[in-house]
């Protein structure tokens, strides 16, 4: 079945970057997908009074922000229609008009129609990863602000017999049937892993015409999603593919180290799923 692909474009405070398009555009390109971008337009309710007008115009201020927003929405939209053409990309559009503090809530829904969601690592969109990640029920692609190829050929597995990591291997599906080469990558001393599922997991892939194997790694003093990343570079991995997990409480989620780690700092594209 065609993979359906869903790409937010960011307008305040910062914006979505060319890279993100570009990366966007080749992978729907790569898995012959249709892909949907949606201009996100924030609004600002005026919250001014008498006593604030004297001191700051924030009316005006609020009214400027939404004028950026659109402004931007409008030129990121026609950069991503420019590059789909050029690509033949199927794609299509949306737009969202949120308040600022709801647009996080706002695509964690929008999110719940598509297949896979295409997000970057920018810092500003932390809240924004997370509530997709933790509430759409969908899996999400976060990319470094950098330019990446389409074709996701090698695919590493973060594995440790979890839940977590069953769901990230199946949700990466599309991915395993179409790489040359899959590994399950596991960090042996940070806590105790499940080999026996693992090596049944790469027999199936092997038995399914997967070039699979097992890598295993010490983490010693290093921080595991550090670790991660290293030994998925090492084995020249296009995707990371990691089990996101966490709770809310009072709205903030408290992450498992491997997946705070990854949020904070990634140098490959990393599939998350919950």
């Given at each position: 079945?065609?993979?359906?692909?869903?790409?937010?474009?960011?307008?305040?405070?910062?914006?979505?970057?060319?890279?993100?398009i570009?990366?966007?555009?080749?992978?729907?390109?790569?898995?012959?997908?249709?892909?949907?971008?949606?201009?996100?337009?924030?609004?600002?309710?005026?919250?001014?009074n008498?006593?604030?007008?004297?001191?700051?115009d924030?009316?005006?201020?609020?009214?400027?922000?939404?004028?950026l927003?659109?402004?931007?929405?409008?030129?990121?939209?026609?950069?991503?229609l420019?590059?789909?053409?050029?690509?033949?990309?199927?794609?299509?559009?949306?737009?969202?008009?949120?308040?600022?503090?709801?647009?996080?809530?706002?695509?964690?829904?929008a999110?719940?129609?598509?297949d896979?969601?295409?997000?970057?690592?920018?810092?500003?969109?932390?809240?924004?990863v997370?509530?997709?990640?933790?509430a759409?029920?969908?899996?999400?692609?976060?990319y470094?602000?950098?330019p990446?190829?389409?074709?996701?050929?090698?695919?590493?597995?973060?594995?440790?017999?979890?839940?977590?990591?069953?769901?990230?291997?199946?949700?990466?599906?599309?991915?395993?049937?179409?790489?040359?080469?899959?590994?399950?990558?596991?960090v042996?001393?940070e806590?105790?892993?499940?080999?026996?599922?693992?090596?049944?997991?790469?027999?199936?892939?092997?038995?399914?015409?997967?070039?699979?194997?097992?890598?295993r790694?010490?983490?010693?003093?290093?921080?595991?999603?550090?670790?991660?990343?290293?030994?998925?570079?090492?084995?020249?991995?296009?995707?990371?593919?990691?089990?996101?997990?966490?709770?809310?409480?009072?709205?903030?989620?408290?992450?498992?180290?491997?997946?705070?780690a990854?949020?904070?700092?990634?140098?490959?594209?990393?599939?998350l799923?919950?």
């Open positions: 079945m065609k993979q359906h692909l869903f790409l937010p474009l960011l307008t305040y405070p910062d914006m979505t970057s060319e890279f993100m570009a990366n966007a555009v080749a992978l729907a390109h790569h898995m012959q997908a249709t892909l949907t971008v949606c201009a996100v337009e924030i609004t600002i309710p005026d919250v001014s008498a006593l604030s007008s004297l001191i700051i924030a009316a005006k201020m609020a009214r400027d922000a939404e004028a927003s659109r402004k931007r929405a409008s030129v990121l939209t026609q950069k991503a420019d590059q789909a053409k050029a690509a033949s990309v199927d794609v299509r559009l949306r737009e969202i008009k949120a308040g600022e503090p709801f647009v996080a809530e706002a695509l964690a829904e999110s719940r129609a598509y896979l969601v295409l997000l970057e690592s920018a810092g500003v969109s932390r809240p924004i997370e509530a997709v990640l933790f759409s029920g969908r899996p999400l692609i976060l470094p602000a950098a990446f190829g389409g074709r996701l050929d090698h695919v590493a597995i973060a594995w440790d017999g979890s839940r977590a990591a069953a769901r990230a291997a199946h949700d990466a599906s599309p991915f395993l049937e179409r790489a040359s080469k899959v590994c399950l990558l596991s042996i001393d806590k105790p892993v499940k080999f026996d599922t693992g090596d049944h997991l790469v027999e199936n892939l092997l038995k399914s015409g997967v070039m699979a194997e097992t890598v790694a010490h983490a010693g003093s290093e921080p595991v999603g550090e670790v991660l990343q290293t030994k998925a570079f090492e084995w020249r991995a296009d995707l990371l593919v990691m089990g996101g997990f966490g709770h809310s409480r009072l709205r903030e989620f408290v992450l498992g180290g491997a997946t705070e990854v949020l904070t700092n990634i140098t490959l594209p990393i599939l799923s919950h």
